[in-house]
């Protein structure tokens, strides 16, 4: 299988070439620079639709989505062990962390960097920031109860879903100074030898 991903430094793009690290896989990987129009040609259009980035050709088929991307590549290499099997008992906890990272952590992680570090200064809304401030550090306050004693989301078993958790919660290490459990679970992912491959 022929595998390209289509990604540039420091952006979600990152979930799916962590994995493929993980995996052991080979794959081509194509620099789009978001931040100078690369992702606005004619051309990388056709790869993904919204200009973005992480795609993924899987032979002459693409595919977007980090969080879909990370999933797919999971499950098509059951022998690596970083998708719990569709009959394994994991395999429901295993879905909730994969959408839980990508539906209830990353919006308000987002949405609270956007309005205090992306967008220009006088296009920031602070009602906005301190809304998703609060929203986020309630979400990472459950979430560093619940990896208590664990040490990965499925306990001993690392998985995708760590990667698409860890990804995020790499963007506040600040934050994450008030909330132990997860700054240990932080060092103990960011310290994995394809992870710091890509990093
Ligand atoms: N939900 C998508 C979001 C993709 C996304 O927002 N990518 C950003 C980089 S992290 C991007 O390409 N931004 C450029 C743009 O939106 O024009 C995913 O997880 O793949």
């Given amino acids: 299988m022929k595998l390209t991903l289509y990604g540039f430094k420091k952006t979600r793009s990152m979930r799916p070439q962590w994995l493929l690290e993980e995996l052991g896989l080979d794959y081509k990987y194509i620099e789009i620079d978001i931040f100078h129009d690369a992702g606005m040609t004619k051309k990388y259009r056709k790869i993904h639709p919204y200009g973005q980035v992480p795609a993924l050709g899987i032979d002459d088929n693409i ?35 994969m959408f839980y990272a990508a539906a209830t952590l990353e919006p308000p992680a987002f949405n609270y960097i956007l309005h205090s570090q992306i967008l220009p200064e006088d296009k920031r809304v602070k009602v906005i920031a301190d809304w998703n401030e609060k929203q986020l550090i309630y979400t990472l306050r459950i979430l560093n109860r619940l990896l208590k004693d664990k040490h990965y989301l499925l306990g001993e078993q690392f998985s995708a879903a760590d990667i698409m958790l860890a990804y995020l919660l790499f963007w506040f290490p600040d934050i994450l100074q008030q ?17 710091l491959k890509i990093k």
């Fill in 63 to 97: 595919m977007f989505e980090s969080g879909a991307i990370c999933h797919w590549l999971a499950d098509q290499f059951p022998a690596q062990g970083l998708a719990p099997a569709l009959d394994s008992p994991l395999r429901a906890e295993y879905e909730q962390w």
């Fill in 179 to 195: 909330f132990p459990v997860l700054q240990d679970y932080c060092d103990r992912l960011g310290n994995r030898e394809a992870y």
